[in-house]
């Protein structure tokens, strides 16, 4: 997980797993509470969203090992 979270925050400038951590987040704003959040745009959740499927390859590769 950090050599893939190290890759793409130098070629993206983007956090895997800051984007998997808000999705988290977000999701749980909803589900729990009802909350839509006002600072997330649907591009950056969906950005999120496909940042933070790397999270989950990464503990599956791991699994298998």
């Known amino acids: 997980?950090?050599?893939k979270e190290k890759e793409y925050f130098r070629s993206q400038g983007?956090?895997?797993?800051?984007?998997?951590a808000n999705i988290i987040v977000w999701r749980n704003q909803f589900a729990h509470e009802g909350i839509?959040?006002?600072?997330?745009?649907?591009d950056?959740?969906?950005?999120?969203y496909e940042?933070?499927?790397?999270?989950v390859d990464c503990l599956a590769t791991a699994m298998r090992r």
């Open 1 to 3: 997980m950090e050599k």
């Open 14 to 20: 983007i956090s895997i797993l800051s984007s998997y």
């Open 36 to 42: 839509i959040p006002s600072t997330a745009t649907y």
């Open 44 to 48: 950056e959740v969906k950005k999120s």
């Open 51 to 55: 940042l933070g499927k790397n999270v």
